[in-house]
């Protein structure tokens, strides 16, 4: 069985600590699903960008580059 459980920041490591005691416990701190909320959010933005607001990744790459 899998849970996942938010953990506020500032009691991350006492929590994390707690469960490494338990020896059927695995903590894997790369899984990391992506919520609806957010997903429905980019979707919204997708569908609302017009063509015309992309920028190519070489410009992007311009913008950035901070010797040329």
């Known amino acids: 069985?899998?849970?996942?459980?938010?953990?506020?920041?500032?009691?991350?490591?006492?929590f994390l600590k707690h469960l490494e005691g338990i020896n059927y416990v695995t903590i894997d701190e790369n899984d990391y699903t992506v919520p609806e909320w957010n997903k429905k959010i980019v979707?919204?933005?997708?569908?609302?960008?017009?063509?015309?607001d992309y920028v190519s990744w070489e410009r992007i790459e311009k913008q950035i580059n901070l010797d040329g």
């Open 1 to 14: 069985m899998k849970v996942t459980l938010e953990v506020p920041d500032d009691k991350y490591e006492v």
């Open 43 to 52: 979707r919204e933005r997708k569908r609302n960008t017009i063509e015309e």
